[in-house]
Nanobody
């Protein structure tokens, strides 16, 4: 089992920045790709960004150029740096991790962008 705990969410104004963190614990050996997804009010869960164990990244179209995903394998932590936040970035942000053909999810952290 892999446990994921997200942190760093909050309330910000448009144009501001936030950094989310997701710490993995438990059976962390051989964790592969990790990622961030989000679900806004009345919307389906969507891809934000993913990162493989060797650092290859992929981003959803709506966040390209504004968000950066990174990973510290020594700390078993994945980060999401979010810049130039927009109202439509408001959502619950979920971390996930892939390990041995299973996908694990955190409980999410709320990000609210409001003026």
């Amino acid at each position: 089992q892999v446990q994921l705990v997200e942190s760093g969410g909050g309330l910000v104004q448009p144009g501001e920045s936030l950094r989310l963190s997701c710490a993995a614990s438990g059976s962390i050996f051989s964790i592969g790709a990790m990622g961030w997804y989000r679900q806004g009010p009345g919307k389906q869960r969507e891809l934000v960004a993913t990162i493989t164990s060797n650092g290859s990244t992929n981003y959803g179209d709506s966040v390209k150029g504004r968000f950066t995903i990174s990973r510290d394998n020594a700390k078993n932590t994945v980060y999401l740096q979010m810049n130039s936040l927009k109202l439509e970035d408001t959502a619950v942000y979920y971390c996930n991790a892939n390990r041995q053909r299973l996908v694990y999810w955190g409980r999410g952290t709320q990000v609210t962008v409001s003026s």
